[in-house]
């Protein structure tokens, strides 16, 4: 079994890539591959589909097959069962809006490495006891936004955390600014409109922009 010292390693190692990480909600699992393909020639390897639909696995599966140079996660991931789903689906990470006493001991006796969330001082506390010392700050912006995260830097230095929730093009830099922030992420990269037509070189080209930010 991999320590949890060297899950967050692969954690750390992931979200270092790029300065966004998409999360993505797919209907169709047949543009799961065309999209992953997209999003890594545009500079944005590290890629959270959710488990928002029933076609998420499939898009896993397809991308963790097809996709040279993807590292895709899963988001949404809420008790151990999907985590473990996730797991036999081809993730290398996983992704969850908050933490539970049962989440989080199925993740420490889990291979796959998870990203918990925290919205408030406290809940980063309780994760950085557990060893977190990565975590998604979810809902980013209405939870207090950068102002409150970069309030967190001073009294928890020991925590870095990957913004998410309200956050877009428009905002992204005010907290890749911010120290204790490694990277963000965001819906942005992959819109319905674009992914429904199938629109790749559209994605591409948001995610060759995702890319500079905060460089």
Not at 126 to 154: D, T
Not at 194 to 206: M, S
Request: net charge neutral; proline share 7%.
């Amino acid at each position: 079994m991999m320590s949890n010292e060297a899950k967050q390693q692969l954690v750390e190692s992931t979200l270092r890539l790029a300065p966004v990480v998409p999360v993505v909600i797919i209907e169709d699992a047949s543009k799961a591959v065309g999209m992953a393909r997209a999003l890594v020639a545009g500079g944005i390897p590290s890629i959270e589909v959710t488990l928002r639909t029933p076609s998420a696995l499939d898009a896993v599966r397809a991308i963790a097959a097809e996709v040279e140079g993807a590292f895709v996660g899963v988001g949404t991931v809420l008790t151990a069962r999907d985590l473990e789903a996730a797991y036999k689906a081809g993730a290398k990470f996983a992704v969850s809006p908050g933490s539970s006493p049962r989440l989080l001991d199925a993740a420490a006796d889990h291979e796959l490495p998870l990203l918990p969330g925290a919205a408030t001082s406290s809940e980063a506390m309780n994760l950085l006891e557990r060893g977190y010392r990565f975590q998604k700050f979810f809902p980013a912006v209405p939870a207090g936004g950068s102002k409150l995260i970069g309030a967190w830097a001073s009294p928890l230095p020991q925590i870095t955390f990957c913004p998410t929730g309200g956050i877009s093009l428009a905002n992204a830099a005010e907290f890749l600014a911010l120290p204790n922030v490694v990277c963000v992420g965001g819906s942005w990269l992959t819109p319905a409109n674009l992914l429904a037509a199938g629109d790749f070189a559209a994605i591409e080209k948001l995610a060759r922009e995702a890319s500079q930010l905060g460089r």
